[in-house]
Nanobody, 123 residues
């Protein structure tokens, strides 16, 4: 089993930055691909970014390319999402997720989820 806990969300002005963290635990979590999803008000949960188990490959949604960076530090049991040049449309609850295969883009393909952290971007 993999357990995930997100943190780092908050209120930020448009153009600002936030760094989200996901603390991971479980015997085999380091072998899993990790991802970030988000769900805005009244919207479905959507894919944001994913990273291979060893960090060698990453994929991003078109809406965040060039602004967001996913990374992982397996030695510290952490996954990160650095968010720069934030826009009001980035406002959402952000979720950390894990799956045994990379890449995966659909919500239903992921086996493990955190509880989410709120990001609010003001204009």
């Amino acid at each position: 089993q993999v357990q995930l806990v997100e943190s780092g969300g908050g209120l930020v002005q448009a153009g600002g930055s936030l760094r989200l963290s996901c603390a991971a635990s479980g015997r085999t979590w380091r072998s899993y691909a990790m991802a970030w999803f988000r769900q805005g008000p009244g919207k479905e949960r959507e894919f944001v970014a994913a990273i291979r188990w060893n960090g060698a490959s990453t994929v991003y949604a078109d809406s965040v390319k060039g602004r967001f960076t996913i990374s992982r530090d397996n030695a510290k049991n952490m996954v990160y999402l650095q968010m720069n040049s934030l826009k009001p449309e980035d406002t959402a609850v952000y979720y950390c997720a894990a799956d045994a295969q990379f890449p995966r883009f659909r919500r239903e393909e992921y086996d493990y989820w955190g509880q989410g952290t709120q990001v609010t971007v003001s204009s």
